[in-house]
């Protein structure tokens, strides 16, 4: 089973890591743009979901993507 992260905990860490980062959603994604880059693969969860999950493995090819300090986000990832 892929473990699940919640969607509130990844937007603290792009809070606190990538501090001005843009968020944009879209039919079936969100776009996350920062430093320049926009990963436009993380989805928006499960439709009617009161706290949406979503894969922890999108979660770490967006940090490897927009080249987010790893360390910082380890620190909500793990």
């Not at 969860?45 to 993507?65: D, E, L, S």
């Amino acid at each position: 089973m892929l473990r699940e992260i919640a969607l509130r905990t990844v937007w603290a860490m792009l809070a606190e890591c990538a501090p001005d980062h843009t968020v944009e959603e879209k039919l079936h994604h969100y776009w996350v743009r920062y430093n320049g880059k926009t990963y436009r693969s993380l989805p928006l969860g499960r439709r009617g979901a009161r706290r949406p999950m979503v894969q922890a493995f999108h979660i770490r090819k967006m940090v490897t993507h927009l080249a987010i300090d790893r360390n910082c986000a380890d620190r909500y990832l793990s």
